[in-house]
Nanobody, 126 residues
């Protein structure tokens, strides 16, 4: 089971900040890479960021580099996505998902992820 949530309902102004959290249970969290995927209206789902299990290496799509920071707290089985200076084009439904060990390539759909959360809407107003 994975559940994603954004503070203050996921509504933020461009240039502000927002933190998403993803709480997981029911699988060995430490053994899984956790990714944040997003789907904007009318567009395909894409992997925005991901963090490996083990080495904790983080990956980002190019548009998120320098603005998003992913982190994980294995003791709380939770992954966070800190979104700084969000842009209107970051608007979409954000999902967290888990795949054993290693992250998928950033920007891909994540079709091979093993577990998915239900998603949380992030709206960035201009």
């Amino acid at each position: 089971l994975m559940s994603a949530a954004g503070v203050w309902g996921g509504l933020v102004q461009a240039g502000g900040s927002l933190r998403l959290s993803c709480a997981a249970s029911g699988f060995p969290f430490d053994d899984y890479a956790i990714g944040w995927f997003r789907q904007a209206p009318g567009k395909e789902r894409e992997g925005a960021s991901c963090i490996n299990s083990g080495d904790g290496k983080a990956y980002y799509i190019d548009s998120a580099k320098g603005r998003f920071t992913i982190s994980r707290d294995n003791s709380k089985t939770t992954v966070y996505l800190q979104m700084s200076s969000p842009k209107p084009e970051d608007t979409g439904v954000y999902y967290c998902a888990a795949e054993r060990w290693i992250c998928p390539t950033p920007g891909t759909r994540g079709d091979k992820m093993d577990f998915w959360g239900k998603g949380t809407l992030v709206t960035v107003s201009s």
